[in-house]
Structures are given as structure tokens and as C-alpha cells.
């Protein structure tokens, strides 16, 4: 493989507790299945807190966006903890803010309502690969 900065890591929260934490997988999943699939991979956040070297090593390489459902921060501090300072961070309480007409509240069946919070934190982490790959491309063409 070139270079490895042509795919951008996802580590999205695994919270159960609160629905933005099932947001936070969904809009990660829509990523990397829909959005983004070529250029984006995902981390298994647990695997990747309970050590495992191959995790650890991929977010060492390869810029990475984190994903997470409040203020906690869990995939973020994780990430920054045992590997190193993510390229970008998202927060869905944050994005909820900007859209205080979605408002997510089951955790299992999603709504209508959750479905479309989903996508359009979905469509911001679309928008932070795109940064990241554009800012990596510049830190390449500078460097030759
Ligand atoms: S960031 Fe919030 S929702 Fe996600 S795992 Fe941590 S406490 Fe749960």
C-alpha cells in the first residue's frame, strides 16, 4: 500500500447508556458504508482501550476522526490516551445543539427523527474526511 494517510480512521464511542451514544455508531456506520467507504476504516474502540497493539498501531499511522455521543468524550481521550491526537473530533451533543429540532430519545427502534440526526452527523463526519484527506494531501505536496 502507498502511503498510508489515503484512509482516515474512525473511532466512534460504543455508549449504550444514552442515545446519542447509538447516533454516534450509526453515523459511523453510514460512513463507512455509504459515505466515505473508500477512505475511511474504523477502529473497535474497546479492542482498541484494551490494548490491542494492531489498533493502536493503525491510529499511529493514519489520521483519525473520533466520534462521540457527549461531553464524556470517551472515544477522544481514549484515542489521544494510547495512540495520539485525533485529526478532528465530533460530538453529538455539540451537533444537537444546532438542530435543537432533533431530539433523540430511544436507544434500540430509531425514529424517523433519530434516523435523520443520524445522517446529519453522518454528513459532518463525511465533511471532517474530506478536510483531513485535503489537509493531508497539502502536508504531502509540501513535503516533495
Ligand atoms: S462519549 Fe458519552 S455516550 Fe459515548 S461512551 Fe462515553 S459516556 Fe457513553
Same mark, same amino acid.
Request: glycine share 6%; charged share 30%.
Given at each position: 500500500m502507498?502511503? %498510508?494517510? *489515503?484512509?482516515?480512521?474512525?473511532i466512534s464511542?460504543?455508549?449504550?447508556e444514552l442515545? +446519542?451514544g447509538?447516533?454516534s455508531?450509526i453515523?459511523?456506520? =453510514? &460512513?463507512?458504508? *455509504?459515505?466515505?467507504?473508500?477512505?475511511? $476504516?474504523t477502529? #473497535?474502540l474497546? =479492542? !482498541? =482501550? %484494551?490494548? @490491542?497493539? /494492531?489498533?493502536r498501531? !493503525?491510529?499511529?499511522? !493514519?489520521?483519525t476522526?473520533? &466520534?462521540d455521543?457527549?461531553? *464524556?468524550? #470517551?472515544?477522544?481521550?481514549?484515542?489521544? *490516551?494510547? @495512540?495520539?491526537?485525533?485529526a478532528?473530533?465530533?460530538? &453529538?451533543?455539540d451537533?444537537l445543539k444546532?438542530h435543537p429540532?432533533l431530539?433523540?430519545k @430511544?436507544r434500540?427502534?430509531l425514529?424517523?427523527e +433519530?434516523?435523520?440526526?443520524?445522517e446529519?452527523?453522518a454528513e459532518e463526519?463525511?465533511?471532517k $474526511? /474530506?478536510e $483531513?484527506l485535503?489537509?493531508?494531501?497539502s %502536508?504531502?505536496?509540501?513535503?516533495?
Amino acid at each position: 500500500m502507498g502511503m %498510508a494517510t *489515503k484512509k482516515v480512521g474512525i473511532i466512534s464511542c460504543s455508549g449504550e447508556e444514552l442515545p +446519542e451514544g447509538t447516533i454516534s455508531r450509526i453515523a459511523t456506520r =453510514l &460512513v463507512l458504508e *455509504k459515505l466515505r467507504a473508500e477512505e475511511t $476504516v474504523t477502529i #473497535c474502540l474497546p =479492542l !482498541f =482501550l %484494551a490494548g @490491542s497493539e /494492531d489498533e493502536r498501531a !493503525f491510529a499511529r499511522v !493514519f489520521p483519525t476522526i473520533t &466520534v462521540d455521543g457527549c461531553e *464524556k468524550r #470517551c472515544a477522544e481521550i481514549g484515542t489521544q *490516551k494510547y @495512540s495520539g491526537k485525533p485529526a478532528a473530533t465530533i460530538v &453529538v451533543t455539540d451537533i444537537l445543539k444546532k438542530h435543537p429540532n432533533l431530539n433523540p430519545k @430511544s436507544r434500540d427502534e430509531l425514529s424517523d427523527e +433519530e434516523i435523520e440526526l443520524a445522517e446529519t452527523v453522518a454528513e459532518e463526519i463525511a465533511r471532517k $474526511v /474530506d478536510e $483531513v484527506l485535503g489537509q493531508e494531501g497539502s %502536508a504531502r505536496r509540501s513535503e516533495s
